[in-house]
């Protein structure tokens, strides 16, 4: 679940590999940019998909709620004379930087950048010792808060809806029996733990670490919550026939953003056990014929690409609804205020 718009590098099979933007062709050509048009770049990271948008003609106004990428993007800033805006924010806020005409697109590349992973002291990854922090922001909730405070139960969820690890309760007691002891304070900590509860088989094409780490930055970051504000925020900000493109990296995301999609296409909805919702007017309309991946060929040069998927859809006339979350049945976690207590 590692996504980014700009440089770097990140983990795959093997060992570190460059960053290349993932679908890249397939996401301008959903946006189609060009001079006049105002895009939003909800995840800035290293300026990757804001570059070839502005490249194209148009302008671009971006967001991260990560100091460091916003930092590393001033220079990009200066060079392209005011047709760049960086703001440091989460994406979930977009609609607060949309001009009062409305955007004519948004993309969001959903997960964490290649520069994050990168970097040990962010404690992101396993396969570099740090920290064990994994804040996108620098602010608020550790993963390390989380590992050494958080009840038994609520880690156990945490790990099994979030990192679907089928080990979550054997992990979460071992967890908890190690703390009473001594604190986890980095990521070696935490998964050479993992690595004891649950060793790796030889036929595992993944480290038994993957699926906690991937769980806790998602719940830390809250993830899943700001996908589904930035949706909706997005259907405020854009106006009659502006795009949004969303490139995700892992089922949970996409099935937010399927919905969304599905939710807002006008269609009338029911079945056998429940009555038919009469339809209402389209807010999105599809670009396309629904879901895109990656080809063979850029999966081939880039392993990041093989689990992306690309969806996207155009803004209607119909005015905006207020959202509604219960529709992305997101699971009920324990509070991250309650945990940093």
């Keep these: 679940m590692v996504a980014n718009s700009g440089g770097g590098s990140t983990e795959a099979e093997g060992g570190p590999v460059r960053h290349i933007p993932v679908l890249l062709s397939e996401v301008l050509d959903a946006l189609e940019p060009r001079s006049g048009k105002v895009i939003l770049d909800g995840t800035f990271g290293a300026g990757g998909y804001t570059s070839a948008i502005l490249d194209a003609g148009a ?3 971006a967001l991260d709620r990560d100091p460091t990428a916003i930092a590393a ?3 990009l800033v200066d060079a392209r ?8 924010t989460p994406f979930s806020r977009l609609a607060d930087f949309a001009p009062a005409a409305g955007l004519d697109g948004v993309v969001l590349d959903i997960g964490v950048s290649s520069m994050q992973i990168d970097e040990a002291e962010r404690g ?10 994994m804040r996108m922001s620098g602010a608020g909730v550790s993963a390390a808060d989380v590992v050494n405070r958080a009840k038994v139960g609520d880690l156990i969820r945490i790990f099994g809806f979030l990192g679907e690890e089928k080990q979550a309760g054997r ?13 986890f304070r ?7 733990l993992i690595e004891i509860v649950t060793p790796r088989k030889a036929k595992d094409k993944i480290h038994p670490a993957t699926r906690v780490f991937q769980a806790l930055r998602v719940f830390v970051n809250d993830e899943l919550g700001e996908l589904a504000q930035a949706l909706f925020a997005a259907e405020r900000a854009l106006k009659p026939g502006g795009r949004l493109v969303v490139v995700t990296f892992h089922s949970l995301e996409d099935r937010i953003v399927k919905k969304f999609f599905s939710e807002r296409s006008g269609k009338a909805s029911g079945s056998r056990h429940m009555p038919m919702v009469t339809a209402k007017a389209a807010i999105f309309e599809p670009v396309g014929k629904g879901m895109v991946s990656a080809s063979e060929a850029e999966a081939e040069i880039n392993p990041r690409a093989r689990s992306a998927k690309l969806r996207a859809g155009i803004r209607t006339t119909a005015p905006a609804e207020k959202p509604d979350f219960s529709i992305f049945d997101l699971p009920d976690l324990a ?3 309650r945990i940093g207590g």
Aim: net charge neutral.
């Design 124 to 133: 992101f990854s396993f396969q570099k010792n740090g920290p064990l922090d």
């Design 335 to 337: 509070s991250l205020d």
């Design 81 to 88: 004379g005011g047709h760049l805006v960086l703001h440091h």
């Design 59 to 61: 302008d671009v106004i």
């Design 171 to 183: 992990i979460a007691r071992a967890i908890e029996k190690r703390r009473t002891n001594e604190p």
């Design 73 to 75: 993007g001033q220079a």
């Design 186 to 192: 980095t990521t070696r900590d935490l998964a050479g």
